[in-house]
């Protein structure tokens, strides 16, 4: 039997059509979207708007769900959870984007959906394509994709960079 972790994701699109993504600063340093771990007794949609705030220091106003993803191992690679991730269609409703948690993420930065970064997780590229796509209340399995090797830097220079 594997564990599930429920998490959630926020497509967060600026007027120019680009889309706002976090490195993590820990690991393999994969490009994301805003969010994080849904805690007990907290709805998915409470998540969202609280990662988000901890992650950029802005609130976020929530339009619509893109979907549900299982992301999963498929029985290779490391003994990770599944995870159950929802990922929500949202905008910036007031405060300026910035690094507010040095300590999970190092970069924010808004990216052209046709040139996004890697390394990128699975759930971070099936959410942005159907949210581009226009839909919404999608159910998806994902993947999770062979982890990269992770680079050598350093640290300060990364913070110092994002600031």
């Not at 994709?145 to 640290?155: K, L, M, N, Q, T």
Request: hydrophobic residues 45%; negative net charge.
């Amino acid at each position: 039997m594997s564990l599930l972790t429920s998490a959630v994701a926020a497509v967060i699109v600026d007027p120019a059509g680009r889309v706002l993504l976090c490195q993590q600063s820990q690991g393999h340093r994969l490009w994301g979207l805003p969010g994080g771990k849904i805690r007990n007794g907290e709805s998915p949609i409470h998540a969202v708007i609280r990662d988000v705030l901890e992650e950029t220091g802005a609130e976020i106003e929530i339009i619509d769900l893109v979907g549900i993803y299982h992301l999963t191992s498929n029985g290779s690679g490391p003994d990770l959870p599944d995870v159950l991730m929802h990922a929500f269609r949202a905008r910036v409703a007031s405060g300026d984007v910035a690094v507010n948690s040095p300590g999970r993420i190092c970069r924010l930065c808004w990216h052209e959906t046709a040139a996004l970064p890697e390394p990128m997780t699975a759930t971070t590229r099936a959410a942005i394509a159907d949210a581009v796509a226009g839909r919404s209340g999608v159910l998806r399995d994902v993947h999770r994709d062979v982890e990269p090797e992770i680079p050598d830097a350093d640290d300060a220079a990364l913070v110092a960079a994002a600031a």
